[in-house]
């Protein structure tokens, strides 16, 4: 049975940005990941916007990790040639009654120590955005773009060149904790859209590998990797969101980044304009529970629900000027039937003391992926060292 040092569980944005840390200071680094590429999943189906740190509430993992993220990820993407641009962004109040929310945001982004942040009025909305509608603005300058796909694989290419060693198509399909670390069951070249369940009971060869610390960066499934090890504090809930692109000359009508008051119920930052770095526009994403962690396409929104709520603020969108693209799964911890929004969750498992959860990332999950390998980094040397 082959003996590491450490077993990251997760082939994402977060999982390869700790990859890309621990492997400066420990060899003996594994990733698996179900998918055939890294950062197929949550990682590249989402808005590509680097987070300045605004809405999460003070003191939150959200809100600490946002703001070390944004400042660590303008970094890396400028040290490794990652495609990005600091755009800045506004968040519109499109009548009077947004005032006061969008007043309070602005508190809670200086609360978290968000530089530069400024209140707006109609006339510089125009001026910034001049087909937009709004009474008032938050500017917000430390907001950029970034190219997901790029980051992820940056991440993963800087911890392949610190030795770490990068399995595609493999998942873990058993965890048992021993005296040494974990021993982990480890299927490989599988069918990605195979049960945990079907892959324990395949076949087919079953590589055991037994790891110093185990580092569960499983995105829509570590609530069923953390299951493996018999902790079942948490469960997954799939939250679609889907987006919509601007066709032709009026995907000019937007020149960055133009986003609404948040939904009061948390679930998402609400439906925005994204100019990309390709200079396309999107509109989204929507927001909908859906029961299956691989729903992408199923049961797709029409194009006259993005048309109803982008209006709000920019009264000259139609049907015509849109097109379906594509949608993302948010691994939500806050189930149906609840409002509001939970934090992310990084912990030692409290029976198996070698293993260390990352369950709930979500947004802002991209931009805290750097500041989050640090913590979790700390955390891996306190069962290694």
């Known amino acids: 049975m082959e003996q590491i040092n450490i077993l990251i569980i997760g082939g994402g944005i977060v999982g390869c940005a700790i ?8 060899q003996d680094v594994f990733v698996v990941e179900h998918l055939p590429r890294v950062g197929m999943a949550t990682s590249t189906r989402n808005s590509g916007v680097i987070h300045s740190g605004i809405y999460y509430s003070p003191e939150s993992l959200k809100a600490r990790h946002c703001l070390e993220g944004n400042r660590l990820t303008f970094e890396f993407c400028e040290a490794h040639h990652v495609a990005h641009r600091r755009t800045g962004k506004i968040v519109v109040a499109a009548d009077e009654r947004e005032r006061i929310p969008l007043e309070a945001l602005y508190q809670r982004g200086c609360e978290n120590g968000v530089k530069g942040l400024r209140l707006i009025d109609a006339a510089e909305i125009r001026a910034r955005e001049p087909h937009v509608s709004g009474v008032a603005a938050l500017e917000v300058p430390s907001t950029g773009i970034v190219s997901a796909e790029e980051l ?10 610190q030795g770490t060693h990068i399995v595609n198509r493999a998942r873990v399909v058993a965890l048992e904790p021993t005296s040494a670390g974990i021993r982990a069951g480890v299927r490989i070249g599988e069918d990605s859209g195979a049960s945990t369940e079907e892959l324990a009971n395949s076949d087919a060869s079953l590589e055991r590998i037994e790891a110093r610390c185990v580092i569960n960066a499983a995105g829509l499934y570590a609530d069923e990797v953390a299951a493996l090890v018999g902790n079942h504090s948490w469960k997954i809930y799939p939250v679609r969101g889907e987006y919509c692109e601007v066709r032709g000359t009026q995907s000019q009508l937007i020149k960055g980044l133009v986003y609404p008051l948040p939904h009061t119920h ?29 729903d992408y396409e199923r049961d797709r929104l029409p194009i006259e629900d993005f048309v109803q709520g982008a209006r709000n603020l920019l009264p000259e969108i139609s049907n015509k000027d849109l097109q379906l ?14 409002h509001g929004s939970a934090d992310f969750v990084i912990q030692r498992d409290s029976t198996a003391a070698q293993m260390i959860h990352l369950v709930g990332m979500e947004s802002p999950g991209l931009t805290a992926a750097p500041a989050v390998a640090r913590q979790v980094a700390e955390m891996a040397g306190e069962i290694l060292n």
């Open 19 to 26: 990859a890309a840390e621990v492997s400066k200071r420990w």
């Open 266 to 294: 948390g679930l998402s930052l609400g439906m925005h304009f994204t100019k990309t770095i390709w200079n396309t526009l999107l509109i989204g994403p929507t927001a909908r529970y859906v029961k299956e962690k691989d």
């Open 325 to 338: 693209a594509y949608s993302g799964l948010r691994p939500k911890l806050v189930p149906p039937e609840e």
């Open 152 to 161: 992820v694989r940056a991440y993963a290419r800087v911890a392949t060149a």
